[in-house]
């Protein structure tokens, strides 16, 4: 175990849970895969459009959630004009995460601790190695979840680099990063939760300051339909 336990669920029911990241709130929302027809991509799109619906309190259909080329970074838009509200996706074999947040930048990664062992040690740096003992064998799937959340956090729209992203410290259910872009660095805290067998991180980072809305759920205001 690192530390402390992870000591937050996820259940993957499709209930959305608000959880404390560093000093930001964030909602999240985790499901298992049933129906053979939908596609891991298209319900976690789905489920991070139902927390914009709830977050804005418009009807889910006028939500979309896409991502955005060249870097595929999800927007959720409402009446097609994105909002300011960050989302995120994830998922893996049969799970899939969604997550958003009008108060940070934010970033959701689903790893599965079975495919996160040595081989991923290349990525690692020995200080990151050394932040915890791995008494259960979870840290590697920690940090690579971590990684992967601090570089969606980041917005940075690069390739994702994992020796860019640094998982400075660990401690109980949350993580501390830095993100090394090449234009920018960018910082923020962290939290991880079970869903199921796996690991969830979820990273936040305060919100770009040019072109995003400013306030916190309830004083966004949802754009209307055309005329
Ligand atoms: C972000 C990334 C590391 C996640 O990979 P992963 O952990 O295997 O997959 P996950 O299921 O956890 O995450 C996938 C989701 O991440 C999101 N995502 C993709 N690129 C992203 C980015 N640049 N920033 C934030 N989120 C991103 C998408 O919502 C994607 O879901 P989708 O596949 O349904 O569209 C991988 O998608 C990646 O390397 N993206 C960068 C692509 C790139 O290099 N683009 C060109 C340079 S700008």
Not at 28 to 33: D, R, S, T
Not at 93 to 119: F, K, L
Not at 182 to 198: D, E, I, K
């Amino acid at each position: 175990m690192i530390g402390h336990p992870v000591s937050t669920f996820l259940p993957l029911n499709r209930s959305p849970c608000r959880l404390r990241v560093g000093a930001w709130s964030v909602d999240a929302v985790c499901a298992a895969l049933s129906d053979r027809h939908e596609s891991h991509s298209g319900l976690a799109a789905r489920l991070a459009e139902e927390l914009v619906a709830t977050g804005l309190d418009v009807p889910r259909d006028v939500v979309r959630v896409a991502g955005v080329p060249p870097s595929g970074r999800p927007v959720a838009m409402v009446h097609g004009e994105a909002v300011g509200i960050s989302v995120s996706l994830s998922h893996v074999r049969g799970v899939v995460g969604a997550a958003a947040s009008a108060q940070a930048s934010i970033g959701i990664d689903i790893v599965d601790p079975a495919e996160t062992g040595r081989q991923l040690d290349a990525f690692f740096t020995p200080d990151e190695l050394a932040l915890a003992p791995d008494e259960d064998g979870l840290l590697r799937g920690l940090l690579w979840s971590a990684k992967e959340a601090a570089y969606k956090a980041a917005r940075l729209d690069v390739g994702f680099s994992p020796r860019a992203v640094a998982i400075e410290s660990l401690a109980g259910n949350g993580f501390g990063w830095t993100v090394n872009g090449p234009h920018r660095l960018v910082s923020g805290a962290g939290g991880f939760a079970w869903a199921g067998r796996h690991i969830v991180a979820i990273a936040a980072a305060p919100l770009p300051t040019a072109g995003v809305r400013s306030g916190t759920r309830g004083t966004l205001v949802a754009p209307t339909p055309a005329a």
